[in-house]
């Protein structure tokens, strides 16, 4: 690169002042294709210019906080990603997004919210029998950061009832909704047993309800999303290691088959959450749903509603 603008004067360039605004330009290029690969290894702009990320990562904690029990990623180095399915079970979608795990062998770990387990239990018993991995994502999807602690214990405790008498399996993982969390909530997560899980890509699968979701218009129209868009923007964010956010939505349903299809073309293997924290370098054991007996399901806990 340095020899070709070296060369510059000899291609006849009409002054020095040409000479020194290809140099410049060169530079330019050179600083945008950095940020950008830089970008790309820190996972996004906001890690790359965090002290605290870079701290974090010298010491592995980008990947699996241990003081936190917060499992961030998995390892750069494998090339397997993890999907995450949550907010369900959804009538209009779970069975299809079931049908095509189960066929096509793929795990993944549902958060799911305890008022909706309630309402359709049967989901839960099968992703149990499939190999997938179930994680509490609150009672009724509420920011755990605004509650009280008793409110959050309740959250949390309700999601696991529901989903004990569903399939008769506890729960060791969760995902605070919107990821949203502060140190109360970590503490009290820890007391009774979970590990978070992140996430690193987010699909934009979902379509906000006008008028319900109080979304305007114009922010309305560039969340709407098809199938096609909504593979294209897993598939090209996919890189080793990551965690995939997908909800359980008809739309998510319908782009499974292309998002599957799409990184088994890419070479990525499919791994459930707790099987990549056990391949990260520190590797974390957590067994994500152990069984219970059934007739026990309530005499640990007692929450009133
Ligand atoms: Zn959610």
Redesign the pocket.
Known sequence: MVAIVMSLPRLNFANRRLRLIAILCLILGLAVFALLWLRQEADGFENLFSANYWAERSRGEDLYNPAEKFFKRGSRRLKEVCLTI??GPHIASIGRILEVLHEQHVPATF?V?GSKVKQHPEFLRQMIEDGDEIGN?TED?LRLDTLSPEEIRKELGFCEENVERACGHRMHLM?P??MRFNAEVLKIADEMGYTIVGWNIGAKDFIPKKGVDKVPPTVQANLSTTPSMVAERVLKQAKNGVIILL?DEPTTADALPLIIDGLRADGYEFVSATEMMEQLPQHVVVQANPPIELHATTTSRTFIK
């Open positions: 949550d907010d958060f919210v994502h999807h995902r909704p919107g909800h």
